[in-house]
């Protein structure tokens, strides 16, 4: 008895004529009776049926922290003959995902550059910025801008800022210095020099999300 397979089936793959028609015959009741192929021609395919993923808050987890709950599992059909069959029905990817804020405020915010008067090139914190560079790379949030903030905010606190004029989009910043000026809701933005520093910085009602609070 010779069966022939189709020797492409897109992105489909080949099944073998007799584990088909054992899953076949095991798990659907459309065909009473499994008989002998003869000579007849199989065309047997196999189908992915790909998963859905969907997003849960945990307030356990931080803002932007992801954890997945259950893992995601395509589903597979078969095709016989214009019969299409379930073998396995695809199981949906749960991903937890962290709370909002822990807190929102109102600030000012101004800029300021590593050679600005009186400024020794380091931010508190101790990192040496006289480089230009104004970012910090957080093992867990990435880049980040520098900012000095209140001491209330203990170093490694993380913003997010929102509706500044000089910044094109909601920048996430990582407190990691201190000014004589920069006293409760205000912040100061690190930029590469002095000169650098638009005009537009200087703003008031900027929004800020505290994302972080500390190490």
Do not use: H
């Not at 499994?34 to 945990?58: H, K, M, R, Y």
């Not at 590593?114 to 230009?132: I, L, W």
């Amino acid at each position: 008895m010779k069966i022939r397979l189709p020797k492409k089936l897109g992105i489909v793959t080949k099944v073998s004529v007799i584990a088909t028609f054992a899953i076949y015959a095991s798990l659907t009741s459309k065909i009473e009776k499994v008989s002998s192929l003869g000579d007849t021609q199989a065309d047997i395919t196999q189908n992915i049926v790909p998963f859905e993923t969907i997003e849960q808050l945990d307030e356990n987890l931080d803002f932007m922290e992801r954890k997945v709950v259950q893992t995601g599992i395509n589903g597979l059909t078969i095709e016989y003959n214009g019969v299409s069959i379930e073998i396995q029905k695809p199981q949906t990817q749960i991903i937890a995902v962290g709370k909002s804020f822990i807190d929102s405020f109102t600030a000012s915010i101004t800029g300021y550059g590593p050679d600005c008067y009186g400024c020794s090139g380091k931010v508190s914190s101790g990192q040496d910025v006289r480089n230009g560079n104004i970012y910090y790379e957080d093992s867990k949030y990435g880049k980040l801008r520098i900012i000095a903030a209140d001491n209330k905010y203990p170093f490694g606190s993380i913003f997010r800022i929102s509706n500044s004029n000089a910044l094109v989009e909601p920048t996430l910043a990582i407190v990691l210095d201190r000014g004589g000026a920069i006293k409760g809701n205000k912040i100061d933005l690190l930029y590469e020099s002095q000169s650098s520093i638009p005009n537009n910085v200087t703003q008031k009602d900027i929004t800020i999300d505290v994302v972080r609070l500390g190490w």
